[in-house]
């Protein structure tokens, strides 16, 4: 029932902005954590923000650069990234962990990611 859809990537010059948007449908909001990874060429997934128990978590990597938030009333995500650098370069996903009750059970969604690519 959950798809996620992210948008917003693309190629952008160091020190330059991008926002992105993940779009969900399917679940309800305020009983879910919303979060952002990352891919970067060759490297592990890596967790770069979150909204966890309305708690913010951010990448030691990205803080003071990237801001997540969240419009309830579009049931959308975001991910604004100022500052960007070359080493940000990576595929970018969106993640939605669903709780449910009565067994508080966790599952776990995906987008398929946006490419976004910091280069001059």
């Known amino acids: 029932q959950v798809q996620l859809v992210e948008s917003g990537g693309g190629l952008v010059q160091p020190g330059g902005s991008l926002r992105l948007s993940c779009a969900a449908s399917?679940?309800?909001?305020?009983?879910?954590?919303m979060e952002w990874y990352r891919q970067r060429p060759g490297k592990e997934r890596e967790l770069v923000a979150a909204?966890?128990?309305?708690?913010?978590v951010y990448a030691d990597s990205v803080k003071g650069r990237f801001t997540i938030s969240t419009d309830n009333t579009k049931d959308t995500l975001y991910q604004q990234m100022n500052s960007l650098k070359p080493e940000d370069t990576a595929v970018y996903y969106c993640?939605?962990?669903?709780?449910?009750?009565?067994?508080?059970?966790?599952?776990?969604?995906w987008g398929p990611g946006t490419q976004v690519t910091v280069s001059s």
């Open positions: 993640r939605e962990v669903v709780i449910t009750a009565p067994t508080m059970m966790q599952t776990q969604y």
């Open positions: 399917g679940s309800i909001f305020s009983i879910k954590n």
């Open positions: 909204i966890r128990g309305g708690s913010v």
